[in-house]
């Protein structure tokens, strides 16, 4: 075989390297680095692996460089995602906060026609009152009190007036009416009528205005067949003396019970015994207890000794009061209440109403900065609350505060105010039936409560 030169045989070296070369071809250049030892070294440099390219230190350090700005940037985006979310968490609790429960609120309205001013207070020194939105629809002022946590921009308390577009007739706040045609409205009245019910066949509806008005253990049944349409509360056996002290707290839940469930026409309570009586109470009845209550209110007319005392078929002509029309006016349920001394919700297992709110209002000249209401039975403290704004702003003259009091003759109960200079007084003459009392008088002439 002819033997070929070195230089044709480097230009086949590729060809075998990467095996694409002829059988012949590949026999040739077997043959000739079988004797060379410069071609062998060439092909088997070809046929080796390629090492990978090598970095020099400057490239190793501009990689190192650029590896160290990513993890930065991705540390800051965390650190920068985490300081957005603390900030809203932060804007929230402090500056839009959320909505305010109605109950955690003490609300003071007054209106001179088109004109409010509002001042709601928290009744917890955490809780401040944040932003307030007003808006208005046919005489109606509704006002929305979102709760915030106490900081500089609020401290508690918050006040904010309003010009109407026409005469004012009613105040909400938060869903709970607060004044009505010219009236301050309890929370009490609120809190029931907040709780409206326009159908008598909603159970749950009609189990949470009983449950504000009578606590204990029963069950309600209802009759949505035919008119009028009834509701019985089904309670636990009761002995006779039990039964007789609740037949009277009995009827005035009922007469509430017609006024806020707008289809009703009877209520009727049973005790477990067959033998017990129950207690019934009719639209007509609630009727004419309401009648009883607001007729002399309004006209000076006395038609009755007591409310409650319901005639079995009462005469028409002293019907001058349809007991529905409570379930639209919150004045007149507020009336309604008031006449019938229902001013907290009954308990069913001590056959009294338990406790009620009174509100207590600064009628003197001083700058008082707490009331401390204390609760007597049987000549021994029982217990206290003492009562002053969450920013610990003074109690001014018209300003008042809020306190839970027991309905019950056999407590005794005394208020003691301590003014921002830090002088103790007492007040006197303490009305446990009234809703509203005033602190009246002066340093030297002594100081006295007064409806």
């Known amino acids: 075989m002819r033997d070929l030169s070195c230089d044709v045989i480097r230009d086949l070296l590729p060809a075998v390297a990467d095996e694409i070369a002829s059988a012949d071809t590949e026999a040739l250049v077997k043959e000739h680095i079988e004797q060379c030892a410069d071609c062998r070294a060439a092909l088997d440099a070809m046929r080796a692996p390629e090492a990978a390219p090598t ?6 350090d501009y990689l190192k460089k650029t590896r160290k700005k990513g993890w930065r940037a991705v540390l800051g985006a965390a650190l920068a995602v985490l300081a957005l979310c603390l900030a809203l968490a932060a804007v929230r609790m402090f500056v839009t906060g959320s909505p305010g429960d109605p109950a955690w609120l003490m609300s003071e309205a007054t209106v ?5 001013t509002l001042r709601c207070s928290p009744n917890d020194s955490a809780g401040a009152v944040g932003n307030m939105k007003v808006s208005e629809e046919d005489g109606v002022v509704n006002v929305n009190a979102r709760r915030v946590l106490t900081s500089p921009l609020h401290r508690g308390s918050a006040e904010t007036t309003y010009e109407a577009s026409k005469p004012i007739r009613r105040v909400v706040v ?22 409206r019910n326009p159908y008598v066949g909603d159970a749950s509806a009609d189990m949470a205005l009983l449950r504000a008005l009578l606590e204990g253990d029963y069950t309600i049944e209802l009759q949505t067949e035919r008119e009028p349409y009834g509701m019985t509360a089904r309670m636990a056996e009761r002995q006779p003396g039990e039964i007789e002290t609740l037949q009277p707290l009995l009827k005035r ?5 017609l006024a806020l469930t707008e289809n009703l026409g009877e209520v009727t309570f049973t005790f477990g015994d067959e033998n017990a009586d129950p207690v019934r109470v009719t639209a007509a009845d609630a009727s004419y207890a309401l009648s009883a209550i607001q007729t002399p209110m309004m006209t000076g007319v006395q038609i009755a000794n007591d409310p409650l005392d319901l005639p079995a078929d009462p005469d028409p002509a002293f019907l001058t009061q ?7 006016s919150p004045v007149r349920l507020e009336m309604l209440l008031y006449g019938l001394q229902l001013r907290g919700a009954i308990d069913a297992d001590l056959g009294s109403v338990r406790e009620h709110t009174v509100s207590i209002r600064n009628g003197t000249d001083l700058s008082i900065q707490s009331m401390t209401l204390e609760r007597w039975f049987a000549g021994s403290l029982r217990s206290s609350e003492t009562g002053m704004y969450a920013d610990e702003s003074a109690i001014a003259r018209g300003n008042a505060l809020e306190f839970t009091v027991p309905t019950l003759p056999q407590y005794e109960l005394r208020l003691t105010f301590t003014t921002q200079g830090g002088q103790t007084y007492t007040a006197e003459g303490f009305d446990a ?5 005033t602190i009246t008088g002066s340093v030297g002439e002594g100081f006295t409560l007064a409806p």
Not at 322 to 328: A, G, L, V
Not at 433 to 437: G, H, M, Q, Y
């Open 322 to 328: 349809d007991i529905k029309t409570c379930y639209d």
């Open 174 to 195: 938060n869903g709970r009416v607060v004044w009505d045609e010219g009236s301050r409205i309890t929370p009490y009245t609120a809190k029931l009528f907040a709780l």
């Open 433 to 437: 039936a009234a809703e509203e009392l």
């Open 112 to 116: 001179e026609a088109r004109s409010l």
């Open 253 to 257: 839940a009922g007469c509430v019970l």
């Open 55 to 60: 970095m020099d230190e400057k490239e190793i």
